[in-house]
């Protein structure tokens, strides 16, 4: 086990977390200061994932050469850059500096989503993956749940939206400093690189719409549920907040579970349970209570680490490369699921483009099918 290694995972989630989840609470807030309508502004959300798009599929060629310790604090960086420029943003009521700051955090976004997950794989063993990949992406629920309360914390003692960004980018900076000690790990001769790189496009695709689409329909409900509420259901913006918290609540509390306790099932058997018991919640939610569509955060919880830790046990030495290609296609269906969002959103309402959600859970679930019934002797 290397702690180091584990930790800089932990820590770079945690400041990545921050400022990603900050846009959905803020979001309101940022279309009235800068005077823009939801289709306009939807692009602070699929700038970001379409830099990140860009740099996923450029991952083959920088990742290994500086490795994951050094590609993480340029992450953090270039988040920290992004929390400034956001302040900036709001005083000087510029769009274009919006652009450049979800220029800058999808960079850095893009970057620690691969590095982090590769920092676990480096830093565990066999035993502890599952339960450390849990943890990892536990994290990432509490930082989640923690931002609306920070922000509100803010917004009590004088400050704003802009105020919580900046001070998320001071976190950023601060992570690349308490971890500076982490040694970097060696750099693998190109031979062993094209070696590991060799996996089938029919494979690469396939998982790639698993965790692409599972994690596409999770951001529609954490980046979009508080709209929903106050648009459609006319809930004030305390209580969409509550909502938005609990979802992440859940969704932090599920992987907090799998990290805490071993569950004696396979990783393939747990997603497919979880894309099935999301979709029975979510359509609860939109039919007989909203509750149900914060609730989704449980069943969604444990759904993307037992991916991760199923890509580790399904491709080994080749998990690496593996990664980069997975969040390639997280980057494609992100910014294809932002965009769509809010082309259906502008035209039919939110209460028709929250069922991005649903469909992409049902892509997910039907590739991890799709991929257990395929000859996987070529791996």
């Known amino acids: 086990m290397n702690w180091r290694f584990i930790a800089l995972g932990y820590l770079s989630l945690f400041a990545l977390s921050l400022l990603d989840n900050g846009r959905s609470p803020t979001y309101n807030a940022i279309l009235e200061d800068l005077s823009i309508g939801p289709a306009k502004g939807s692009y602070i959300f699929s700038v970001a994932s379409f830099i990140s798009l860009l740099v996923n599929l450029t991952a083959v060629k920088w990742l290994p050469k500086l490795g994951p310790v050094v590609s993480t604090r340029i992450s953090l960086s270039l988040m920290a850059l992004s929390g400034f420029f956001m302040y900036i943003t709001g005083v000087q009521t510029s769009y274009t500096l919006l652009i450049v700051s979800s220029v800058l955090l999808g ?70 400093l308490i ?84 569950f004696n099932f396979k990783s393939e058997h747990l997603m497919i349970f979880s894309h099935i018991t999301t979709l029975v919640c979510f359509f609860s939610g939109l039919y007989i209570h909203p509750l149900f569509l914060a609730l989704c955060g449980f069943t969604m919880s444990y759904a993307f680490p037992m991916g991760m830790d199923f890509l580790v046990e399904t491709f080994k030495e080749k998990s690496d490369y593996m990664i980069t290609s997975v969040m390639t296609w997280i980057g494609v269906m992100l910014a294809s699921m932002h965009f769509v969002f809010g082309l259906i959103n502008e035209n039919y309402g939110a209460n028709i483009a929250l069922l991005l959600s649903p469909l992409l859970s049902l892509l997910a679930l039907g590739a991890l099918i799709i991929f257990l019934k395929s000859d996987k002797s070529s791996i």
Request: contains cysteine; proline residues 3%; hydrophobic residues 45%.
């Open 107 to 176: 960079l850095g976004l893009a970057i620690c989503t691969i590095t982090m997950n590769v920092l676990v794989i480096k830093g565990s063993t066999s035993s502890s993956r599952k339960r450390l990949f849990s943890g990892l992406h536990a994290i990432y629920g509490l930082s989640s749940l923690l931002a609306p309360f920070i922000l509100a914390f803010l917004i009590k003692h004088g400050g704003d939206w802009k105020t919580y960004f900046v001070v998320s980018g001071i976190i950023a900076f601060s992570v690349i």
């Open 179 to 262: 971890t500076a000690k982490t040694e970097t790990l060696p750099t693998e001769p190109q031979e062993k690189q094209r070696e590991n790189q060799n996996v089938p496009v029919r494979f690469r695709i396939l998982f790639g719409l698993l965790l692409g689409a599972y994690v596409a329909s999770e951001i529609v409900i954490s980046t979009r549920l508080p709209y929903y509420l106050r648009t459609v259901l006319k809930f004030d913006e305390i209580t969409a907040g509550y909502y938005l918290s609990f979802f992440f609540l859940s969704l932090c509390a599920g992987r907090l579970l799998f990290s805490l306790k071993s």
